[in-house]
């Protein structure tokens, strides 16, 4: 009898807990949950984000190299005699033709007057027997035999003429002369294919660089490159020649800029910095301090996608700027994440918000 009431009194006090947890303990209502999303909103990591715009771009291929007078020459005399005038110096300006120097030799006057003598009896020759051949007085075949004789005299007249013209020295073409080893009063007979100036033809003017077997496929003929020289002067120039032979120490090719230099103010041999544009890709302009690397160590940066999901892009650079740099591989009008993307992993959900204008100009 007791132990029923034991059992009848612990059914009582049951009843009465699970009645009173309806009104004691709050159940979750509609209101609730939403308070409770709009809690877990809050905490959601921010991150600044900017809209990338793909678009095509020419990346530069910057090479040190020099310049290089398009034309060097040692002019030469090209016959023996003294020389009695040495009219250039070094750093002058000269024209196609103008004189350098003249050997003297009175042998080579005297050989002009006596060809000039010969020529002159066998056209007078010629002139006075043709009447009598064209009378008939002397055969026809005497006709051959003083035109031949006149022939070779003409000759042998424009020959001593020409060993005497080579005793002047000219300028083969425009330039400025380098150097000038030649002294007046040299020997009669040495100077017969010796130096008597440099010169070089500062107009064009050419940047030569080496170039790699790899970068050798993006470079064409005609292309545009800019030219910084090591004193701050730039210039503008285009490709002229791409070398089909690579050298056998280097593994190089030679490939050449021709630029306008008509005031010469673009020495030969100076330092000079090449930039060629290559071959354009697609690419998409971010700031430097967007790219980042995976947890598998591959280069990229990371996105959001969808309503808030980081992800991450692999990408490749093309062109490195100084505060920027242009990367393939990103999807067109992607939210690329510049400030953050250090502090979050793929697959998280974030909150993100446009990133300052300062920070943000990536077009």
Request: hydrophobic letters at 45%; glycine letters at 8%.
């Amino acid at each position: 009898m007791k132990g029923s009431r034991i059992v009848a009194v612990g059914l009582v006090v049951a009843a009465v807990a699970w009645i009173a947890s309806g009104h004691l303990i709050p159940h979750e209502s509609a209101d609730s949950k939403a308070a409770l999303r709009n809690g877990e909103a809050q905490k959601l990591f921010r991150v600044a984000v900017v809209e990338t715009q793909s678009a095509p771009h020419s990346r530069k291929l910057i090479l040190s190299g020099r310049t290089e007078a398009d034309r060097k020459v040692a002019v030469t005399a090209r016959t023996g005699g003294a020389l009695t005038e040495l009219r250039v110096k070094r750093g002058q300006h000269v024209k196609k033709g103008d004189i350098i120097a003249i050997l003297s030799d009175d042998a080579r006057e005297a050989q002009v007057a006596q060809a000039r003598a010969l020529f002159t009896q066998r056209r007078t020759e010629l002139e006075a027997r043709r009447k009598l051949i064209e009378q008939g007085t002397l055969p026809k075949l005497e006709l051959v035999n003083l035109e031949s004789q006149f022939k070779a005299a003409e000759a042998g007249l424009a020959q001593a003429e020409a060993e005497r013209d080579r005793g002047v020295v000219r300028a083969p073409w425009d330039g400025v002369i380098t150097d000038t080893p030649a002294e007046v009063g040299g020997a009669a007979f040495s100077m017969a294919g010796k130096e008597v100036a440099q010169m070089v033809a500062l107009d064009p003017m050419l940047a030569v660089v080496e170039v790699s077997e790899r970068r050798l496929a993006g470079i064409k003929l005609g292309d545009t490159a800019d030219i910084r020289l090591v004193t701050g002067q730039k210039a503008t120039g285009r490709v002229r020649f791409v070398s089909k032979s690579a050298s056998p120490t280097t593994r190089t090719y030679r490939v050449e800029v021709e630029v306008k230099n008509p005031d010469g103010t673009i020495p030969d041999g100076i330092t000079a910095e090449v930039a060629i544009p290559m071959v354009p890709v697609q690419a998409s302009r971010v700031p430097r301090s967007a790219l980042t690397f995976s947890s598998a160590g591959d280069l990229g940066v990371r996105i959001v996608v969808g309503e808030g999901k980081v992800d991450f892009v692999p990408i490749s650079v093309v062109e490195d700027e100084q505060a920027y740099m242009w990367v393939a591989g990103i999807p067109n009008q992607a939210r690329v994440i510049v400030q953050g993307q250090d502090f979050v992993r793929e697959g998280q959900v974030v909150q993100a918000v446009p990133a300052p204008e300062t920070t943000a100009s990536s077009r």
